[in-house]
């Protein structure tokens, strides 16, 4: 038991030379200019932490004002969207109709460019 004791003495005496021999290599004033410098930074973390929360806050609150709109909105594009496939399906088949019946009724493509330059919408871009 004694030479446990011993061995941990002795640790102590070794531990505390060590440390004072690192007090003797740095500067106190680089010491108290280093913590005055961490806390300063800490403060600034801190402060950016703070902004940070206030932030997400806000947008967490935005977005649940806007979240019902927008929910609201895609569903009436939905159902926009739909009307006008079927819409467009509608104006394909009379015009297959039409053709039918009465083939010169539209021109054909090369005169149908000098009539209509709007984009075609219907084929994938």
Known sequence: MEET???IESIRA?????SRQFKTLIDANDLDSLKHLQ???????????AVLSHFNEYSEHCFAEVSSDFTRNTRILKSMKSDLDYIFQKLRSMKAKIMATYPDAFPDESTREVFDQRPDLEVPQ
């Open 14 to 18: 070794a531990s505390k030379e060590v």
């Open 39 to 49: 806390l300063l930074i800490l403060g600034r973390l801190q402060d950016s932490n």
């Open 5 to 7: 004791e011993k061995e």
